[in-house]
T-cell receptor, first 112, second 114 residues
Framework: KQEVTQIPAALSVPEGENLVLNCSFTDSAIYNLQWFRQDPGKGLTSLLLIQSSQREQTSGRLNASLDKSSGRSTLYIAASQPGDSATYLCAVINNAGNMLTFGGGTRLMVKP | DTGVSQDPRHKITKRGQNVTFRCDPISEHNRLYWYRQTLGQGPEFLTYFQNEAQLEKSRLLSDRFSAERPKGSFSTLEIQRTEQGDSAMYLC????????????FGPGTRLTVL
């Protein structure tokens, strides 16, 4: 059974810092990996999707990497802003493409 | 707005009542998924449809839960005889069959069972 773990569970940083969120998964037979953002009481917003054959994806200040063989992904946020405060969720898609398995999330607070 | 929509956004009910939620996916998406999220946790998969066919159900989906997608467009999730443990956010997502299976989520329905 696939298990996804995110570390740290919570993170508080001053504005302007670069930061790294970590995600690990137990079964490397994945089709791809998605990073999401979730604001309190809201749905999920897709940030980045990395295909299993890719090693990284970039969107603006966000960069996500994937090391499938070691079961790890990182989300790098450059020059953090208070508006980045949210919960960040990592999820892997199985090879059948029929379900996402999520980690527990990292709750990020960026202080002005 | 061409994103995934869900209705209602909030539902408060008494234990033992039946509730039904609706999800409208992105129009050209043929896959539709339901997830449940409790406070402080990541979402957990419940079930998914490809067009009108329900192809997989999690063991989290007890016999009090039923989902339909009658014409391969919108979907409904019904919970019968609700229990306090059913209180959660119910999230719907949709994707194309191809294109990396990227899933797009709706705003969710927050269920509170008193």
């Amino acid at each position: 059974k696939q298990e996804v773990t995110q570390i740290p569970a919570a993170l508080s940083v001053p504005e302007g810092e670069n930061l790294v969120l970590n995600c690990s998964f137990t079964d490397s037979a994945i089709y791809n990996l998605q990073w999401f953002r979730q604001d309190p009481g809201k749905g999920l917003t897709s940030l980045l999707l990395i295909q299993s054959s890719q090693r990284e994806q970039t969107s603006g200040r966000l960069n996500a990497s994937l090391d499938k063989s070691s079961g790890r992904s990182t989300l790098y946020i450059a020059a953090s802003q208070p508006g980045d405060s949210a919960t960040y969720l990592c999820a892997v898609i199985n090879n059948a493409g029929n379900m996402l398995t999520f980690g527990g999330g990292t709750r990020l607070m960026v202080k002005p | 707005d061409t994103g995934v929509s869900q209705d209602p956004r909030h539902k408060i009910t008494k234990r033992g009542q039946n509730v039904t939620f609706r999800c409208d996916p992105i129009s050209e998406h043929n896959r539709l998924y339901w997830y449940r999220q409790t406070l402080g946790q990541g979402p957990e998969f419940l079930t998914y449809f490809q067009n009108e066919a329900q192809l997989e159900k999690s063991r989290l989906l007890s016999d009090r839960f039923s989902a339909e997608r009658p014409k391969g467009s919108f979907s409904t999730l019904e919970i019968q005889r609700t229990e306090q443990g059913d209180s959660a956010m119910y999230l719907c997502a949709s994707s194309l069959l191809a294109g990396g299976y990227e899933q797009f989520f709706g705003p969710g329905t927050r269920l509170t069972v008193l």
